[in-house]
C-alpha cells in the first residue's frame, strides 16, 4: 500500500523553512515531526519540479500544487517506454563520484516519458545480474589494483644441465577495466614479488591508489583480520610508487576476487596455450606471455562489447598515478643495534653510522624516515668499513695521523724532537701506541714553539726518559732553558785522545 502523502499545507511549510528560513533538515524534521528522509524526499520532488520559496500565485490552490508535483505517469505501457543504454550507464558508474541517482536524473532530462528512479534502479540491477559474476561489483578508475600468484607453474629448461625448474606465474589486474598483467619469475621471494610489482606498474604506465594483495608471506609479514603487518620493503615500494598497500582479508577470496578470476582467465588463455611449448629461459616465457597477454586485452568482452584495452584507455589511464621519474630500487631492511664503536653488522660486515647513535636501534640505511649512513657494499667477512664523517673528534683527530706525518711534523720541530719521537714509537710493541704521547709532544709546539720543544726533547734525551709526561714538566718548570745555557757554557769535551764509553766494552 502506497504511502500517504505529506498535505499540501505542511509542504508549503517545509519549502518556507527550507528556502526562506535556510534551516537544516534536521531542524525541519524536528519541527514538522516528521522523519528526515521524508523531508529529504519531498524536497528532492520540489527541485525536480522546479519549485522554491514563495510559490507562484497560480499554485495556491492546493490541487493544483499536487498535480505539479506529482505529475501523472505517462499512458505508455513499460516495454514502449524509451530505455537506457545499461552498458553505458555500467560504464558510467565506474567514474570517480558518478552515482545512480545522477545518472537517472540525466536519463530523465533526455527522455521525459522514461521510467522512475525506483524502475531505473530495479531494471539497472536486473541487467547487471544477467552479466558474467566477474563484472557484478563496481570498481572506480584508478582506484585499485589487485594481485597474486596463480596456483599453477610452467616449466623452464636449464639447456646445459637438463634441470627443470617451476616457474610461478604473477597476474595483476585493474578493477575498472579488468586490464591485466602476467609473468613469470622463479620464486615467490620478496625480490620477485618486488620486480613484479614494478614491472606491472611499468606495463600499466601509472599505480592505482589501492594495490590489494593476498597475505603472502613475503608481501605480509603478518596476517590479520583488523590489522595486517605489511612488509617493510613492500610499504617502502608503495611509498615510492604512490599507492596502499591493502591485504585481503584471511579466508575471504571475495576480497580480491577480481584477481582471482584474472588468474583463471591467465590459465585459460595463457598457460593453456603454451602447455605443449618447451623452454629454455625464463626471458623465453615472459616473451611468450607477453605476446598472449596482448591477444588477452584485446579480445572484447561478453556483454560490454568492448576489449580491456579500451576500456583501460577509456577509464583507468588517465585516472592511474603517474609513475615517478625513477623505478623503485630493490631494497632489504634489517633492524640492528648500534655498537659502542659506531658500526652495525650486516652480512657479517661492519659499516659506521654516526658516533651519536650508539647503543640506538637502526633499521639498515633509514632510522625515522631519515637517512643517516650510506656505503658501498663490501663482501669483505669481519672487517669494519668506515667514514671519517662518522667518527667524534676526538677520534678523527687519531684517525688522521699516520706513520710518516707524525716524523714529517716531528722534523719540523728540531732534530732531538724526531729523535725523542723515532725512539717513542719504537720502544713500544706495537708503533701505534706510542701515537698518543707522540702526537702529545708535537702538540705542545703550539703552546711553548718549536724551538723550546726542540729543546725539551733534548733534555729528556739527556735524562733518558721517553714520554709527554716528561717533557711537558720540563717545559713547565723550564728546564729545558736552563740545561742549553748550561750546555753552551760547558767545555768541549770531544777529544780524540778522550775515550768514549765503548773503549770499556
Known amino acids: 500500500m502506497p504511502a500517504e502523502r505529506l498535505s499540501m499545507r505542511n509542504l508549503r511549510e517545509l519549502l518556507r523553512l527550507?528556502?526562506?528560513?535556510?534551516?537544516?533538515?534536521?531542524?525541519?524534521?524536528?519541527?514538522?515531526?516528521?522523519?528526515?528522509?521524508?523531508?529529504s524526499k519531498y524536497l528532492g520532488r520540489a527541485r525536480q519540479a522546479g519549485l522554491a520559496w514563495p510559490l507562484p500565485p497560480e499554485l495556491d490552490d492546493d490541487d493544483r500544487l499536487e498535480a505539479h508535483l506529482f505529475p501523472p505517469p505517462p499512458d505508455l505501457p513499460p516495454e514502449l517506454r524509451p530505455k537506457p543504454d545499461w552498458a553505458e550507464v555500467h560504464r558510467e558508474l565506474r567514474r570517480p563520484d558518478v552515482t545512480l541517482t545522477l545518472l537517472w536524473e540525466e536519463y530523465k532530462a533526455r527522455e521525459p516519458d522514461g521510467f522512475?528512479?525506483?524502475?531505473?534502479?530495479?531494471?539497472?540491477?536486473?541487467?547487471?545480474?544477467?552479466?558474467?559474476?566477474?563484472?557484478?561489483?563496481?570498481?572506480?578508475?584508478?582506484?585499485?589494483?589487485?594481485?597474486?600468484?596463480?596456483g599453477r607453474t610452467m616449466e623452464v629448461i636449464d639447456g646445459p644441465t637438463g634441470e627443470v625448474r617451476a616457474t610461478q606465474i604473477f597476474v595483476a589486474?585493474?578493477?575498472?577495466?579488468?586490464?591485466?598483467?602476467?609473468?613469470?619469475?622463479?620464486?615467490?621471494?620478496?625480490?620477485?614479488?618486488?620486480?613484479?610489482?614494478?614491472?606491472?606498474?611499468?606495463?600499466?604506465?601509472?599505480?592505482?591508489?589501492?594495490?590489494?594483495?593476498?597475505?603472502?608471506?613475503?608481501?605480509?609479514?603478518?596476517?590479520?583480520?583488523?590489522?595486517?603487518?605489511?612488509?617493510?620493503?613492500?610499504?617502502?615500494?608503495?611509498?615510492?610508487?604512490?599507492?596502499?598497500?591493502?591485504?585481503?582479508r584471511p579466508y575471504r577470496p571475495r576480497d580480491k576476487a577480481k584477481v582471482e578470476v584474472g588468474v583463471q582467465i591467465v590459465g585459460r588463455w595463457i598457460l593453456a596455450r603454451l602447455r605443449h611449448r618447451r623452454f629454455f629461459s625464463l626471458a623465453a616465457l615472459n616473451e611468450a606471455i607477453r605476446e598472449l597477454l596482448a591477444?588477452?586485452?584485446?579480445?572484447?568482452?561478453?556483454?560490454?562489447?568492448?576489449?580491456?584495452?579500451?576500456?583501460?584507455?577509456?577509464?583507468?589511464?588517465?585516472?592511474?598515478?603517474?609513475?615517478?621519474?625513477?623505478?623503485?630500487?630493490?631494497?632489504?631492511?634489517?633492524?640492528?643495534?648500534?655498537?659502542l664503536d659506531y658500526h652495525v653488522e650486516i652480512a657479517k660486515h661492519f659499516y659506521s653510522v654516526p658516533f651519536t647513535l650508539a647503543r640506538q636501534e637502526v633499521e639498515?640505511?633509514?632510522?625515522?624516515?631519515?637517512?643517516?649512513?650510506?656505503?658501498?657494499?663490501?663482501?669483505?667477512?669481519?672487517?669494519?668499513?668506515?667514514?671519517?664523517?662518522?667518527?667524534?673528534?676526538?677520534?678523527?683527530?687519531?684517525?688522521?695521523?699516520t706513520h710518516e706525518r707524525i716524523r714529517r711534523e716531528a722534523d719540523g720541530i728540531g732534530s732531538d724532537a724526531a729523535a725523542l719521537i723515532d725512539m717513542i714509537l719504537r720502544s713500544r710493541p706495537h708503533p701505534e701506541q706510542g701515537f698518543r704521547s707522540a702526537i702529545g709532544i708535537i702538540g705542545l709546539a703550539k703552546r711553548y714553539g718549536s724551538e723550546r720543544v726542540d729543546a725539551a726533547c733534548a733534555r729528556a734525551l739527556a735524562l733518558g726518559v721517553r714520554s709527554y709526561t716528561a717533557v711537558a714538566a720540563i717545559l713547565r718548570n723550564r728546564t729545558d732553558t736552563a740545561a742549553s745555557r748550561r750546555a753552551a757554557d760547558a767545555p768541549v769535551l770531544i777529544h780524540a785522545n778522550i775515550r768514549g764509553p765503548g773503549y770499556y766494552h
Open 18 to 39: 527550507r528556502h526562506a528560513a535556510g534551516l537544516s533538515q534536521h531542524v525541519i524534521a524536528r519541527s514538522l515531526g516528521l522523519a528526515q528522509g521524508t523531508i
Open 116 to 150: 522512475s528512479y525506483s524502475w531505473f534502479c530495479d531494471l539497472y540491477k536486473d541487467w547487471v545480474g544477467r552479466l558474467k559474476p566477474t563484472l557484478r561489483q563496481v570498481h572506480v578508475a584508478g582506484e585499485k589494483l589487485f594481485v597474486d600468484y596463480a
Open 173 to 248: 589486474v585493474l578493477g575498472a577495466s579488468n586490464y591485466t598483467y602476467a609473468e613469470a619469475t622463479f620464486t615467490q621471494s620478496l625480490p620477485d614479488w618486488i620486480g613484479s610489482h614494478v614491472r606491472a606498474f611499468g606495463y600499466f604506465g601509472g599505480s592505482a591508489r589501492q594495490t590489494v594483495s593476498d597475505n603472502l608471506k613475503a608481501g605480509v609479514v603478518r596476517a590479520c583480520f583488523h590489522e595486517p603487518m605489511v612488509n617493510r620493503t613492500y610499504a617502502d615500494l608503495a611509498r615510492h610508487y604512490g599507492t596502499a598497500i591493502i591485504p585481503a
Open 295 to 339: 591477444d588477452l586485452n584485446g579480445r572484447s568482452l561478453r556483454g560490454w562489447g568492448r576489449s580491456r584495452r579500451e576500456l583501460f584507455d577509456e577509464f583507468d589511464r588517465p585516472a592511474l598515478t603517474p609513475l615517478p621519474d625513477e623505478p623503485y630500487a630493490y631494497a632489504e631492511w634489517k633492524r640492528c643495534r648500534v655498537g
Open 364 to 401: 639498515a640505511r633509514i632510522l625515522r624516515g631519515k637517512r643517516v649512513a650510506s656505503h658501498l657494499r663490501s663482501t669483505r667477512p669481519h672487517r669494519p668499513t668506515t667514514v671519517p664523517e662518522h667518527m667524534p673528534s676526538s677520534h678523527r683527530r687519531y684517525h688522521d695521523w
